[in-house]
């Protein structure tokens, strides 16, 4: 899932839907981007991931890696930065990533804390062109509100894997938007994927014949 984040942003980044529309069109376009239109470096912008797990440390590494600065926010911030992260910040300080941040990444649960994270508000308050993430739920965003902030330009795109209703409505506006990626939450999906589920239920399996911990445990009071 971490390297189909960083996928898409780079085609986003790169202008790589437009450029595939002008291969359609048989169009050859070189240097025609202008000011904001520009192609961009992921080097030296900030990425706010909101979720710290085993998810939003390997989107962190690799955001790192291509030269990027991590801002991730935990539901406790004093358990300190995993790798790959600058700085943590907790709930309380949301506007803080909110604001700085280039890109957001919404990796986190859905609970009941973090259903409409991104509402009409909280988008409003966003750098103007920011792009937002979403490989976790889709009640995490408000839709309606995200829609009219991509149609009026004040932000910069979309990726969207997950949605509130699956499968996407066909009169969704999401699905004409030049800058929004959509794909049909299989960010996960690669290739061995079931074999690795096979192997995560037999070792579970197996460990729970024994008496000992699982792997990948669902804490029920917290809901992850």
């Known amino acids: 899932m971490a390297e189909h984040v960083m996928a898409c942003l780079l085609a986003l980044a790169r202008k790589l839907p437009e450029t595939l529309r002008d291969q359609q069109e048989r169009v050859w376009r070189p240097n025609t981007y202008v000011g904001d239109a520009s192609p961009w470096l992921l080097a030296g912008r900030t990425i706010g991931v909101v979720g710290v797990g085993t998810l939003g440390e390997a989107i962190a590494t690799r955001a790192k890696a291509f030269g990027m600065h991590v801002i991730g926010m935990r539901r406790n911030p004093q358990r300190g930065a995993p790798t790959g992260f600058d700085e943590i910040v907790g709930p309380a300080d ?34 103007r062109g920011a792009i937002v993430v979403n490989v976790a739920r889709g009640q995490l965003i408000d839709e309606a509100a995200l829609a009219e902030a991509l149609e009026a330009g004040r932000l910069g795109g979309a990726v969207l894997d997950v949605f509130t209703i699956e499968p996407l409505a066909q009169d969704s506006p999401f699905w004409s938007m030049p800058n929004v990626v959509v794909t049909p939450h299989n960010s996960g999906f690669r290739t061995g994927h079931f074999d690795a589920v096979v192997d995560l239920f037999s070792e579970n399996l197996r460990r729970f014949e024994r008496g000992v911990d699982l792997l990948n445990r669902v804490d029920l009071q917290t809901g992850y």
Do not use: F
Not at 103 to 126: G, K, N, Y
């Open 94 to 127: 949301r506007n803080r990533l909110l604001t700085a941040a280039d890109v957001v990444v919404l990796a986190a649960p859905l609970t009941a804390e973090t259903q409409r994270l991104l509402d009409a508000a909280t988008i409003a308050s966003m750098k």
